[in-house]
Structures are given as structure tokens and as C-alpha cells.
């Protein structure tokens, strides 16, 4: 792949990424927030920063509440609670970057405008060219999508080089690799094999809208967001063509 020349931007094969994250990356067993995994966290959101790549996130409310999951509950209502789990994270991450002099910003898909901004594209592309970093509060704002449907669709809104899927895995797998040692690693692999062979990268919505979009997807392991702008063997890429 490529590097992205772009003026800032120092040694990066993107300019401008939106980066998921699940909420276990601000968690830890002890706490559901927890300062010291924030903290390394937006240490890692800082240095990719520094080289002059433009950022928006989506977090994940999982270390919270995660709305598919939430037995005997009705639907609707268990999304909504995980938005606002999601909503939390991102306060908490807005607070921990700032403290770390990253410049940052907040939009919810649902108003709440007591605790950050409204979403808005227009907004969001100028935040992201002053150097702010973006971070996206409640999904897409609608039940029955995931936060790595509303990533797909806010890095379609952003105009975003690549959608960045931070794992708990380092790549996507034939199958998993924690229960099958024979399971085949894929440093490259189509849109459709993923959904083909049901790989489970991320969900068949954010799959397709990627590829209508023709936004290339990177899958790798959380402890590599700094790694991932400046070496191309890292994780997955997930692409038009094989």
C-alpha cells in the first residue's frame, strides 16, 4: 500500500483514518474505566497525533453495556442503554487526551447537548483538519446497528482513507486461533470472502458499506495502533481485491 503524501503528515500511509476501538480498551478486570488502561490507551491516540494524521474514533460500550447482549431485554431499549455506555467512554477519553494536550472533540448521533456536540459531517471534517482529534458518541444513534456499523458509516462521512478495527485479535483468521492452531492468518483478504466464509472480522453492514464506499479496512490488535500507520505487514487488510 502506498504512503499518503500529505503535508503534516510525517511517515504515515494514512491522512485521515477512523480508527474503533471497543470499550475494553479503556477497561481493565478491576474497573470498568480504568485510568492506567485509558491513559496507555490515548498515549498510543497521541503518538499516531503527532505525526499529523487526522483522527475521528468510535468507542465501544462494551465494558459497560452492550445492548445485543443484554438477556430477557427488550431491544430497542438495550441499544439505547448502550449508546449511552458508549457516550460515557468517549467523555472519559475526551478528558484523558485533553489532559494529554491532544486537542478533542465530541459528537453524539443523539443530542445531549449538555455533555458534548451534535454530530455533524461538516463539522467533524473541519475539527479533524485543525487538528482536533474526533470522537463519536452513540453509534449510529439507531438500535440494531453496532458501533463497527456506525465506524463504517462515519468514516464514509469523514471521507476517511481507511477504517482501523482495533481487536482483541492481531488479524483475522480462518477461524479462531485461540481453540484451532491450524487456523490460517490473512494479511490480505476480499470484501467478499469475509462475508463469504462468515469470517467475523466485523459485521456483514459495515462489510458492505466499506466496499460500496471502497474504504479499505485494516483489522489488528490494539497494542499496534502506533505500528499500524507506518508498517504495512501489520494485521489484516480487508480489500476490494485479494
Known sequence: MPVISSKGVKNSMYRRVLLKISG???SSEQSV???ETVLDTVKKIKAVRDMGVQIGIVVGGGNIMRGRSAAGMERNRADHMGMLATAINALALQD?????GVPCEVQ???DMDRFCEPFSARAARRALEEGRVVVF???SGCPFFSTDTAAALRAAEIGADALL???NIDAVY???PKTDPSA???RRISYDRVVAENLRATDLTAITLCKEQKIPIRAFALDQIEQIFTDDSIGTHIVEHE
Open 184 to 186: 490460517v492468518r490473512y
Open 96 to 100: 484523558a487526551l485533553e489532559q494529554a
Open 165 to 167: 478495527l482495533a481487536k
Open 137 to 139: 458518541a452513540c453509534g
Open 174 to 176: 480462518s477461524a479462531d
Open 108 to 110: 453524539s448521533a443523539v
Open 24 to 26: 475494553e480498551a479503556l
Open 33 to 35: 474505566i480504568c485510568r
